[in-house]
């Protein structure tokens, strides 16, 4: 089977950073900050996030969508260069010329200067040629000396930290395009001016932490930010948490929901942990924020970057998490679920921000460094819940559920061990390098073309949908230690987390740096442990320096909910039941519907002839190309098929629903004898 779409004459080369794409990006530039004002400021996260929705509709070949989404966009936001410049492109590939040109000009004149990428790019091929385009050029050789004296004048200055209040607004805030979020920047009063209360609960956890902050033995948690995205719905107060500064942001900020749900759009130059104790709760795609972080193009980058960047945010997972199966597709060391609605977040906050303020100052800032201070919270977090009863414990899910129980807490132990930690103890999270795996076929073993089987890859998680009809997912692994101050050597351990032991095996060499996974086909039943199903399979590796094991980086095996297989013995499919029970849910973020059943058939070699489909009371039959049988011969075996392509619509529930439609393009066959029940083309 082949996916119907209009053919493209040439690869749209886009101008957004860091997005996986059949169109190849060749460009990086970026919005420059003195062309923007406050108002434009803080809507680039929007503007940005609207971007990519039109940058995976290309990478869909969806043309004509993404033309009118464009328009859209560009009329909003008439300032925003990279909308500009890819509205520019699309048009001039759709041979609208004049409008192209428009719409580069505007680019032009909001900040693009790559002179050199206008003549690489072969999207503009149709007006590289006009005088409009060649005069476009030479007017940026002239730009280069104004745009500097731009820039002299246009300086962000950090914003001092004043009575625990951190303020986001225009004059210390830019647009990062490398990131594509917002970087805030702050002055904290010193350590020695700070309160000497850290917490100002009347409880052990608290007593001990003051104590050990009093006698210089602890950071505190002056120099920490505390980001509230749910405006104070959930939140902790500057009463109990004296050291604590707590985000504040601009009206204009506030307006464009800079400080709302769950944080993709901005980054502080400081330790943060923040929370928002909200959830989409409508609609066909409502999820909590760990979902949503999950299955939003470059959420899991961005979690990732808030990781290495000393972030760290806790979200309720509301309905996804329930005692009989969560809905989450991933786990992750990035973030923090907690099992609950409004306000399961805070205690977790408050085991945060005491794990924070129990280093040692010297251990704080080192990790802080090198980007691991949230790694190692983690570890200390999950190492001293009361569900880790023994080391073993510690490699399983007892330490690392996909949601966390509030009462599993142990603040004090926590304290302690964090305030333990000495200079060089900690490993760092693994980084991980995938070096092959193997991968749907499309039209053969993969009929998903617009969900590709990568969920998110990032150097210390990662997910795989499974939509391969193939018996056994396969991938191969690389892993580093990511401290840079480590010293001696650094082992890595491999274990399985969730799913079937007997249908994984893990081939691990050089103390686990590399390691062979397989990973075979998991029913439903291989993904209820004790009454609770969970649709991935989880597979961890720690590093381990002799003096601490870090927190766990995680490969994630994501199995459709519903979706039924029978293999053979020598794993081929026999068939595939598409078909789910009324009122159950599947993510139609990640699943499409499809209402049939397949069942495959092979020839004495164990090649693939062909399938035969039931859908409702059709039986249609097609060849191993994919292609539905039109004429047979005398033995039953396909002489003329027709290809079909698959069209995607959406049902009145939001669900992507696939259905198959002629495409008026004929596959011939002729077989070499009787026993051939293959064949071969003839056209």
């Given at each position: ?378 570890m200390i977090l999950r190492k001293n819940l009361k569900t880790v009863k023994k080391p073993e414990h510690y490699f399983s899910t007892k330490a690392h559920p996909i949601a966390f129980a509030a009462d599993q807490l142990q603040l004090e132990k926590m304290i302690e061990h964090a305030n333990g930690l000495n200079m060089g103890d900690y490993p760092g999270l693994p980084l991980l390098k995938v070096n092959s795996e193997n991968k749907p076929i499309a039209g ?68 686990g740096a590399k390691a062979e996974i397989k990973v075979q086909w998991h029913t439903r039943k291989d993904l209820t442990i004790k009454g609770h199903y969970s649709g991935r399979v989880e597979i961890a590796v720690f590093a381990d320096n002799g003096k601490e094991v870090s927190a766990p980086a995680i490969l994630n095996f994501y199995y459709p909910p519903y979706q039924e297989r029978v293999y053979d013995p020598s794993g081929n499919l026999l068939s595939i ?47 191993y190309h994919g292609a539905k049988i039109i004429s047979k011969d005398n033995l039953g075996r396909a002489l003329k098929a027709e290809q079909i392509g698959l069209l995607y619509n959406r049902d009145k529930k939001g669900r992507m629903v696939i259905e198959g439609e002629p495409l008026g393009r004929y596959l011939n066959y002729q077989y070499q004898n009787e026993k051939d029940l293959r064949g071969f083309l003839i056209n």
């Open positions: 089977m082949r996916h119907q779409h209009k053919k493209l004459a040439v690869t749209l080369c886009l101008m957004v950073a860091a997005v996986p794409l059949v169109f190849s990006p060749q460009i990086s530039h970026g919005q420059e900050q003195q062309h923007l004002s406050p108002q434009q400021l803080f809507a680039m996260p929007s503007a940005n996030d609207r971007v990519r929705s039109v940058i995976s509709a290309l990478s869909r070949r969806q043309i004509d969508g993404a033309l009118k989404s464009l328009e859209k966009i560009t009329a909003t936001y008439p300032w925003h260069m990279d909308s500009q410049y890819l509205y520019a492109s699309v048009l001039a590939v759709k041979g609208h010329k004049e409008e192209a040109l428009d719409a580069l000009q505007m680019a032009i004149d909001n900040g693009f200067d790559n002179r050199q990428i206008l003549f690489k790019d072969a999207n503009l091929a149709n007006i590289q040629k006009e005088p409009r385009f060649q005069k476009m050029v030479e007017a940026l050789l002239n730009k280069t000396e104004s745009k500097n004296k731009a820039e002299a004048a246009t300086q962000t200055v950090p914003k001092t930290v004043s009575s625990q209040q951190a303020m986001v607004d225009g004059t210390n805030t830019l647009w990062e395009p490398r990131f594509e979020m917002l970087w805030s920047q702050f002055v904290f009063n010193d350590r020695k001016v700070a309160p000497a209360t850290v917490q100002s609960f009347n409880d052990p956890a608290a007593k001990k932490l003051n104590t050990l902050f009093q006698r210089g033995l602890a950071a505190g948690n002056n120099g920490d930010l505390y980001d509230n995205r749910d405006r104070d719905h959930s939140k902790l107060t500057e009463k109990q948490y004296p050291q604590l500064a707590h985000v504040r942001y601009s009206p204009v900020a506030a307006k464009l929901n800079t400080d709302y749900g769950f944080n993709t759009r901005i980054l502080f130059d400081a330790p943060t942990l923040g929370n928002s104790s909200t959830a989409v709760t409508s609609g066909a795609f409502w999820r909590s924020h760990s979902r949503l972080g999950y299955t939003t193009p470059g959420g899991a980058q961005k979690l990732y970057l808030q990781h290495v960047r000393n972030h760290l945010y806790v979200y309720p997972a509301v309905k996804d998490y329930s005692d009989t199966e969560d809905l989450l597709p991933a786990n992750t060391p990035f973030l923090i679920t907690t099992i609950g609605k409004s306000g399961s977040d805070k205690p977790y906050l408050r085991a945060v921000a005491s794990i924070l303020a129990a280093f040692k100052p010297e251990v704080k800032e080192r990790l802080a460094k090198d980007g691991q201070l949230m790694s190692a919270v983690q053969i073993d993969n009929f998903v073309g617009q969900m590709p089987e990568p969920l998110f890859t990032t150097p210390s998680s990662l997910s795989r949908v499974i939509r391969s009809s193939a018996f056994e997912k396969t991938i191969n692994i690389e892993t580093t230690a990511s401290r840079s101050d480590q010293k001696g050597d650094v082992t890595f351990r491999w274990v399985i987390l969730r799913g079937n032991p007997e249908k994984i095996s893990i081939n691990s060499e050089d103390d039941d598409h078909r789910e029970p009324a009122g159950s849910y599947s993510d139609p973020q990640l699943f499409v519907k499809r209402d049939w059943k397949d069942s495959f058939r092979y020839d004495e070699k164990n090649r693939l002839i062909g399938w035969t489909r039931v859908s409702g009371d059709e039986k249609t039959e097609f060849t």
